[in-house]
């Protein structure tokens, strides 16, 4: 990157920086004009000075004109300058803009790029509420001013020097008087601004601060609460805000004073014009339109001068603030761009034998981690390593994640440190106790190691193949990154694959290989498939259920399931439910909001329930308040029986003291709302309350038949109506085969029920698309939604599936439980018998499914053998191998 802010303008927008300038002087011309138009106005077309009439325009009598079409016509001809003069401010504003921001892109652009470069250690010195600022808000205004930074200054110096000309030209003393006072300004004002540039450098590293406090606050809240020091961080939030404070509080001392002397000093202008031009317009030496035009023209002087005035203030604030950001991100040690970028000519593989010759690395203090480190390790071959420190750093070498300070690594007799990312990114994984996972689907965090460069290029017709074209080359005239990401970028061929329907096969061992496959298929029966896309999945779903009813009716679990029949009410649904029939879409009719639905309210009218809900609800609220009321929030109460949370009760509470039942149909909207979403909530068999009566029950089945009857027809997609020879929209896959309720207080009914429909998964060979469903599901920021387990499974799992030639994992089961912890590891070596495998362990015990076990003290390789040539002749491994 360019360290000069002028040498990033000129070297990527300097054709740009030329039109805009040419634009911004052929507007001179025009505007001279503009500014002597309204002497001609007042002394010829109003006062009719030096001119007779008729006034013949061209000279060639072909159109003369009187007094007051002469007026209109220099008032036309100073219209038509005004918008000539505006359409030029027009355009150059809209190619500053453009080149403005199209410089900011590429500037974001590269500085991310950076990040991407930067090496590890820097992360552990630098923030992200460091650098994240940096990127988006601090660059902001570099944007701005890069747009103008040529053409401002020529636009409006030369309007300034258009001005002072013009008023030269009228009378010089006037002309003189106009600009006296500014070098007054010119000296003020840039000292007064460089206080307040210096005060707005502070208040920004403040600001990161402060973001870095935020961004620590967020993840470390869970330690926040643990140890009860949020007082303790909103008083030093405190302290950071106050210094924000009195700094904002000086900049806007200094920033209106400078406002102040600004326009004090503009508005001497009018009074010397005046004052000048009023005694010369007495004693006859000037008209009076040369001293309205020459006020007209010192009024446009104020515009041009506070924009220059301006343009000097940002553009020292402008090219320090880029000059500590290009610091911030030009370090010594980033790899270069063609890293990331150049493909090899030919592909290059690394299955081969590993050699460490030398080997030295330090830490950032200059301390030796690895020192003088030798290993040579054969192909194929699964390698265990124990010991103490450096362990985890040999790994991140052997991953070309970190360069060593000395020595040479050399894979397949490749030099590591002479390869680009394009090759150990792909034939080299890592795995540690810490892997990221991105807030995206399963799926897609678990194919990321297959998207590299897109592969098969979407196909775009007509608008969609113009807008992407305009698209491209805007990306390639901000230096962007010219690849399509809506292209199929996935490498099936790496992973095994033939193309996207095979993807999920290859998968498969894998994620039984990292013990995921159990956990991914839980979330796709929870999940669910559209069947407009996936037709064949639905299908087969529908054929679950059908297997799943055979198998209740034909044994002792006909009981374990109510299932849905439009006939009959569902004892173990919910009255919502139970009226619906189906399940909502896009959030129109969830149960929250069915109490004040108008069409549901409709319906329970007509259906005689709308006054019965309202007093199924205050007798309902009463039940609730008198049960839970003196409970703690936690009791495990509110989670089996109330549908009243703890923090609403209280609300209830007050509801009750104010409603009487004779007078419920007086309560507020508010209060009514209340009551009646209650009764929604029901599910007669859990909540054996005594208010849903057989009438009752009737009363929603019919209702349930109005409703779908009475449908308004923009709301018919809202609902997914139950139908046992329909795949129900919404429903997730396992509600699909169940097609109904698990019956309340059947005795282990969720675990027999799960048998059963395990059995059916796998004599339909349904196992596989339900997991394909469960690799949609979204895992959130840093795979909130996944416990600590399933996050190492994924990464593990993440890293196999692109089948790399050597695999580095660095305690990377350390949230496993022991059961699960030793399950990966036979699983992981079965599966790489044939290639390569490097395990960092914490445990020496958990050695012996490998080859080789290398054991590494204080930084140097003290053993190497097999586990059995070890606990035959190391009487170092033999301690570790003991019982602690």
């Known amino acids: 990157m360019e360290k000069n802010l002028y040498g990033f303008i000129v070297k990527y927008s300097l054709k740009q920086?030329?039109?805009?300038?040419?634009?911004?002087?052929?507007?001179?011309?025009?505007?001279?004009?503009?500014?002597?138009?309204?002497?001609?106005?007042?002394?010829?077309?109003?006062?009719?000075?030096?001119?007779?009439?008729?006034?013949?325009l061209y000279g060639l009598g072909l159109w003369q004109m009187d007094h007051t079409t002469y007026l209109f016509w220099l008032c036309g001809v100073f219209l038509l300058l005004v918008l000539v003069q505006q359409g030029?401010?027009?355009?150059?504003?809209?190619?500053?803009?453009?080149?403005?921001?199209?410089?900011?892109?590429?500037?974001?652009?590269?500085?991310?790029?950076?990040?991407?470069?930067?090496?590890?250690?820097?992360?552990?010195?630098?923030?992200?509420?460091?650098?994240?600022?940096?990127?988006i808000a601090e660059v902001e205004p570099v944007g701005g001013f890069i747009g103008e930074s040529f053409a401002l200054p020529v636009f409006q110096g030369g309007m300034l020097l258009v001005i002072f000309g013009f008023l030269l030209l009228q009378n010089p003393l006037m002309a003189l008087a106009a600009v006296a006072l500014y070098?007054?300004?010119?000296?003020?004002?840039?000292?007064?601004?460089?206080?307040?540039?210096?005060?707005?450098?502070?208040?920004?590293?403040?600001?990161?601060?402060?973001?870095?406090?935020?961004?620590?606050?967020?993840?470390?809240?869970?330690?926040?609460?643990?140890?009860?020091?949020?007082?303790?961080?909103?008083?030093?939030?405190?302290?950071?805000?106050?210094?924000?404070?009195?700094?904002?509080?000086?900049?806007?001392?200094?920033?209106?004073?400078?406002?102040?002397?600004?326009?004090?000093?503009?508005?001497?202008?009018?009074?010397?014009?005046?004052?000048?031009?009023?005694?010369?317009?007495?004693?006859?030496?000037?008209?009076?339109g040369t001293v309205v035009a020459a006020v007209n023209a010192h009024k446009e002087m104020a515009s041009p001068w506070k924009e220059l005035l301006n343009h000097y203030q940002q553009r020292e604030d402008v090219k320090l603030k880029y000059e500590q950001v290009i610091t911030q991100f030009a370090l010594d040690d980033m790899r270069d761009p063609a890293d990331q970028l150049v493909e090899p000519e030919q592909p290059v593989s690394l299955a081969g034998p590993v050699s460490i010759t030398s080997l030295v690395m330090n830490d950032d203090q200059g301390q030796p981690i690895l020192e003088n480190l030798n290993l040579t390790l054969p192909w194929p071959s699964r390698v265990a390593i124990v010991g103490d420190n450096g362990r985890d750093e040999l790994l991140q070498l052997l991953a070309r994640l970190h360069d060593p300070t000395?020595?040479?690594?050399?894979?397949?007799?490749?030099?590591?440190?002479?390869?680009?990312?394009?090759?150990?990114?792909?034939?080299?994984?890592?795995?540690?106790?810490?892997?990221?996972?991105?807030?995206?689907?399963?799926?897609?965090?678990?194919?990321?190691?297959?998207?590299?460069?897109?592969?098969?290029?979407?196909?775009?017709?007509?608008?969609?193949?113009?807008?992407?074209?305009?698209?491209?080359?805007?990306?390639?005239?901000?230096?962007?990154?010219p690849y399509d990401i809506d292209a199929d970028w996935t490498d099936y061929e790496a992973a095994g694959a033939t193309g996207p329907d095979g993807l999920i096969a290859v998968a498969m061992p894998v994620l039984k290989a990292a013990s995921f496959d159990d956990d991914v298929y839980q979330l796709g029966m929870r999940g669910t498939v559209d069947p407009k896309q996936k037709p064949d999945v639905?299908?087969?779903?529908?054929?679950?259920?059908?297997?799943?009813?055979?198998?209740?009716?034909?044994?002792?679990?006909?009981?374990?399931?109510?299932?849905?029949?439009?006939?009959?009410?569902?004892?173990?649904?919910?009255?919502?439910?139970?009226?619906?029939?189906?399940?909502?879409?896009?959030?129109?009719?969830?149960?929250?909001?069915?109490?004040?639905?108008p069409h549901v309210l409709r319906v329970l009218e007509e259906a005689g329930l709308r006054r019965r809900f309202l007093e199924i609800g205050y007798d309902v609220a009463g039940t609730m308040v008198e049960l839970f009321a003196d409970l703690p929030p936690e009791h495990e109460f509110f989670q089996q029986f109330s549908f009243i949370s703890s923090e609403d009760l209280p609300d209830y509470k007050d509801l009750l003291q104010r409603a009487k039942p004779e007078t419920l149909e007086q309560l507020p909207e508010a209060d009514r709302v209340r009551l009646m979403s209650l009764p929604f909530k029901l599910v007669l068999a859990r909540h054996r309350l005594g208010h849903f009566t057989d009438a009752e029950r009737d009363a929603v089945l019919k209702a349930r038949k109005i409703f779908a009857d009475t449908l308004p027809e923009d709301r018919r997609g809202a609902i997914a109506f139950f139908d046992p020879e329909q795949f129900t929209v919404s429903s997730s896959v396992v509600d699909n085969i169940l097609f109904g309720r698990v019956a309340y207080g059947q005795a282990q009914a969720q675990e027999k029920i799960g048998r059963v429909i395990a059995d059916v998964v796998e004599q339909l060979k349904l196992r596989e698309p339900i997991i394909a469903v469960g690799l949609l599901f979204e895992v959130g920021i840093a795979g909130a939604r996944l416990n600590a387990a399933q996050r190492q499974k994924l990464a593990i799992a993440r890293a196999l599936v692109k089948r790399p030639d050597w695999i580095m994992l660095?305690?990377?089961?350390?949230?496993?439980?022991?059961?699960?912890?030793?399950?990966?590891?036979?699983?992981?070596?079965?599966?790489?018998?044939?290639?390569g495998l490097i395990w960092s362990l914490q445990r020496a015990t958990d050695c012996e499914n490998f080859d080789i076990v290398v054991v590494v003290e204080n930084g140097r390789v003290t053993h190497t053998g097999s586990y059995a040539e070890l606990c035959e002749r190391s009487d170092r491994f033999k301690q570790m191998l003991a019982p602690s």
């Open 17 to 56: 920086q030329v039109i805009i300038t040419l634009l911004s002087i052929a507007s001179f011309v025009p505007y001279y004009y503009y500014l002597s138009i309204p002497k001609a106005i007042v002394n010829e077309g109003i006062q009719g000075k030096d001119i007779s009439f008729p006034v013949d």
């Open 88 to 135: 030029f401010k027009y355009a150059i504003n809209y190619f500053q803009g453009v080149a403005g921001e199209r410089m900011l892109r590429r500037l974001r652009y590269e500085l991310y790029a950076h990040i991407l470069r930067f090496p590890l250690p820097t992360f552990r010195r630098t923030s992200q509420g460091e650098i994240i600022p940096m990127v």
């Open 183 to 288: 070098p007054i300004q010119f000296y003020f004002v840039p000292k007064m601004q460089a206080k307040v540039r210096a005060l707005g450098r502070d208040r920004v590293k403040n600001q990161r601060r402060l973001s870095d406090r935020i961004g620590e606050s967020i993840s470390g809240i869970t330690e926040l609460h643990t140890h009860d020091v949020s007082n303790r961080m909103l008083a030093e939030f405190t302290g950071r805000l106050s210094i924000s404070y009195w700094i904002r509080v000086e900049i806007y001392q200094r920033k209106f004073m400078i406002k102040f002397l600004n326009n004090f000093i503009q508005q001497l202008g009018p009074f010397f014009f005046y004052a000048i031009g009023g005694y010369l317009a007495i004693r006859g030496q000037m008209d009076v």
């Open 406 to 481: 000395r020595g040479r690594i050399a894979i397949n007799e490749k030099n590591l440190a002479e390869l680009p990312e394009t090759v150990t990114g792909r034939r080299l994984a890592y795995v540690s106790a810490s892997s990221y996972i991105f807030n995206t689907s399963l799926g897609d965090n678990l194919f990321m190691g297959l998207r590299h460069r897109p592969l098969i290029e979407r196909e775009r017709q007509a608008e969609l193949l113009a807008r992407y074209e305009r698209e491209l080359a805007e990306a390639h005239t901000s230096g962007n990154s």
């Open 538 to 597: 639905a299908e087969r779903v529908l054929a679950a259920r059908r297997a799943f009813r055979e198998k209740l009716t034909n044994g002792d679990l006909a009981d374990l399931v109510e299932s849905w029949d439009p006939a009959r009410y569902n004892n173990n649904a919910t009255v919502a439910e139970n009226l619906m029939f189906g399940t909502a879409r896009n959030g129109v009719y969830e149960e929250d909001n069915l109490a004040r639905d």
């Open 810 to 835: 660095s305690e990377a089961t350390a949230a496993l439980d022991p059961r699960s912890h030793a399950a990966v590891v036979k699983s992981v070596t079965e599966l790489r018998k044939d290639a």
